[in-house]
């Protein structure tokens, strides 16, 4: 099936711990990119990518870092967990520049909690 | 900079009444506009899209909505609301002038009742 893949669907993590949540999409999609959703607040963009080698910042980057090595992947990475870090993350991907209107494909989600 | 407001965060409606989600929106360019659905522990789900053609989209699941530059409005409608409605619903603006690059309403969870 066609999409974008997050792993895992749940985590708890310790403050100061680390991890990486996986995003895999096979709709050979240029651009992808990290939200966080909390309540009231919609989803806000961590970090994005419009392609493979090319990463940017969003509204939100501090505290996370990403990668892109392929077109496929996108990693999250939290360095250093803190409770402000508990969150749904969604991945998203979509074609790149002047195809907006496709609109995005979005993943399931993880659900992160830092105690 | 681009802003969108859902101007009511909960929506309770009967089921077979109308539903009617406000979304206004600021941009500095012509934007495209979307409408996203979430259910309850699921992602996200597009609903419709404006890309500068017709000023009124349909959308699936008997949803539509209308652009007005004038009143900078895409409110969200469907004649008569079924309980598998039931769900948060995002509005949604392109940030940049590339189009790569969305920011998300506050969300509006839509109630329907029996």
């Known amino acids: 099936n066609a999409g974008v893949t997050q792993t895992p669907k749940f985590q708890v993590l310790k403050t100061g711990q680390s991890m990486t949540l996986q995003c895999a999409q096979d709709m050979n999609h240029e651009y992808m990119s990290w939200y966080r959703q909390d309540p009231g607040m919609g989803l806000r963009l961590i970090h994005y990518s419009v392609g493979a080698g090319i990463t940017d910042q969003g509204e939100v980057p501090n505290g996370y870092n990403v990668s892109r090595s392929t077109t496929e992947d996108f990693p999250l990475r939290l360095l250093s967990a803190a409770p402000s870090q508990t969150s749904v993350y969604f991945c998203?991907?979509?074609?790149?520049?002047?195809?907006?209107?496709?609109?995005?494909?979005f993943g399931s989600g993880t659900r992160l909690t830092v105690v | 900079a681009q802003s969108v407001t859902q101007l009511d965060s909960h929506v309770s409606v009967s089921e077979g009444t109308p539903v009617l989600l406000r979304c206004n929106y600021s941009?500095?360019?012509?934007?495209?506009l979307f409408w996203y659905v979430q259910h309850p522990n699921k992602g996200l789900q597009l609903l419709l899209k404006?890309?500068?053609?017709?000023?009124l989209v349909k959308g699936i699941n008997g949803f539509e909505a209308e652009f007005k530059k004038s009143e900078t409005s895409f409110h969200l409608t469907k004649p008569s609301a079924h309980m598998s409605d039931a769900a948060e619903y995002f509005c949604v603006v392109t940030k940049n002038n590339a189009g790569n690059m969305l920011t998300f309403g506050g969300g509006t969870r839509l109630m329907v009742k029996p």
């Open positions: 941009s500095s360019y012509s934007p495209s």
């Open positions: 998203a991907s979509s074609y790149a520049t002047g195809t907006a209107g496709d609109g995005y494909t």
């Open positions: 404006y890309t500068s053609a017709a000023t």
